[in-house]
């Protein structure tokens, strides 16, 4: 993963894509990024994964065709009943 090793660390490394999302508390956030600001092993994993991020973001721009989209929303929709099923019994 990467040249980084302790457990501050791995709490950066972990937490990394709630940071780049911007999905983790303030305090975490300010830690993790207190982290990067001083250790050059995080920060190389932080921007790579930046990257690759972007990347996939601007890759992904096709929808899906309708009988996909059908599909994939059928099977969710028979998980969520079977999900249900199983809390009620």
Do not use: W
Not at 31 to 60: A, F, N, P, T
């Amino acid at each position: 993963m990467s040249e980084c090793d302790g457990p501050d660390c791995e709490k950066a490394l972990d937490n990394l894509y709630l940071f780049i999302d911007q999905e983790i508390d303030t305090a975490s956030c300010a830690e993790i990024q207190s982290h990067i600001d001083e250790c050059s092993g995080c920060l190389g994993e932080y921007d790579l994964e930046r990257v690759v991020k972007s990347l996939v973001s601007r890759s992904c721009t096709e929808v899906a065709p309708e009988p996909l989209r059908d599909k994939v929303l059928f099977s969710i929709r028979t998980v969520q009943i079977e999900i249900t099923e199983q809390r009620a019994t």
